[in-house]
């Protein structure tokens, strides 16, 4: 039972270029997040998926688009990365979107340049 | 809009000290959670509150949320060095708004 996974751990982009983030559950949890977390800024919420075949901006979706690719699976994709994006992002997941007990993942480093 | 305030930043205290750590909003919420993050890694969830007044404890930790709903504290006693981290509060609005505080950095030093 590995909870919540994410690929790749670390990334350096250029300016401009395009990535998807990979993140996926086994607890068989119906809602799917995605944060990005800045110094002293805390965690602030991209997207999310309330369940599958749903999904919601969060507090800074800009730049972003998700896709949840099926039960278990939700992606980050950053068509044309820039500096300001220079993060760590973490998904977790939930038993579903009134459960506010949320699963994390350990996190992918993305550096822009 | 809401403001999430979770104080302090940061405190550097002695193993076996006792830590206490809060989150404050003018809003009333309906759940806190506290998570603690290991450098590296991405945040655990340590203790969930969803009544006014509820006081739980997680081993070394226990948690209150406050009986106005605008806070919650988070208490460790006897500090050792795994406690070393960041601490953050995880709080819900009525609407289902999820919103973290911006987080307590813990060093334990021997």
């Known amino acids: 039972n590995a909870g919540v996974t994410q690929t790749p751990k670390f990334q350096v982009l250029k300016t401009g270029q395009s990535m998807t983030l990979q993140c996926a559950q086994d607890?068989?949890?119906?809602?799917m997040y995605w944060y990005r977390q800045d110094p002293g800024m805390g965690l602030r919420l991209i997207y999310y998926s309330a369940s599958e075949g749903t999904t919601d901006k969060g507090e800074v979706p800009n730049g972003y688009n998700v896709s949840r690719l099926n039960k278990r699976e939700f992606s980050l994709r950053l068509e044309s990365a820039a500096p300001s994006q220079t993060s760590v992002y973490f998904c977790?997941?939930?038993?579903?979107?009134?459960?506010?007990?949320?699963?994390f993942g350990p996190g992918t480093r993305l550096t822009v340049t | 809009g809401q403001q999430l305030n979770q104080s302090p930043q940061s405190m550097f205290i002695q193993e076996g000290e006792d830590v206490s750590m809060n989150c404050t909003s003018s809003?009333?919420?309906?759940?806190w959670l506290w998570y603690k993050q290991d450098p590296g890694e991405g945040p655990v969830l340590l203790i969930a509150?969803?009544?006014?007044?509820e006081l739980t404890s997680n081993g070394r930790l226990t948690a209150q949320f406050g009986i106005t709903r605008k806070d919650s504290f988070l208490n460790i006693s006897a500090s050792i060095p795994s406690d070393v981290g960041i601490y953050f509060c995880l709080t819900t609005d009525s609407w289902g708004k999820l919103q973290f505080g911006a987080g307590t950095q813990v060093v334990v030093t021997p």
């Open positions: 977790a997941s939930s038993r579903d979107r009134a459960s506010y007990e949320q699963y």
């Open positions: 809003s009333i919420f309906n759940t």
């Open positions: 607890m068989n949890h119906n809602s």
């Open positions: 509150l969803y009544k006014a007044g």
